[in-house]
């Protein structure tokens, strides 16, 4: 079972950036699936999940309306589309993965390893 998260990088205050957690090891097409981020000196949070089909999503409230999660056609990669970004914004931001949207939100069943996402102001 694995989550592969990648897209990570740097970027000016204002820009964008696009993740993708890629599924293997697992019938992922049918789970729920979500990215979390922890900034420097912070506890994990959630940021934004979508339901197996797509259909459903989360967002945190910091993020609404700038940040965008989609799953691919294979229902087994979510991509974590981020724009106007802020250097609060800056963290290491890991996928997730459990039953539902609200599993997903609040205690995911697999985590990915994180990608670094870094803002400059």
């Known amino acids: 079972v694995q989550l592969q998260a990648s897209g990570g990088g740097l970027v000016q205050a204002g820009g964008s950036l696009s993740l993708s957690c890629a599924a293997s090891?697992?019938?992922?097409?049918?789970?729920?699936m979500g990215w979390f981020r922890q900034a420097p000196g912070k506890e994990r949070e959630f940021v934004a999940a979508?339901?197996?089909?797509?259909?459903?999503?989360k967002y945190a409230d910091f993020v609404k309306g700038r940040f965008t999660i989609s799953r691919g056609n294979a229902r087994s990669t979510v991509y974590l589309q981020m724009n106007s970004l802020k250097p609060e914004d800056t963290g290491v931001y890991y996928c997730?993965?459990?039953?539902?949207?609200?599993?997903?939100?609040?205690?995911?069943?697999?985590w990915g390893q994180g990608t670094q996402v870094t803002v400059s102001s």
């Open positions: 997730a993965a459990g039953d539902n949207t609200m599993v997903v939100a609040a205690t995911p069943s697999y």
């Open positions: 090891g697992r019938t992922f097409s049918s789970y729920a």
């Open positions: 979508i339901s197996w089909s797509g259909g459903n999503t």
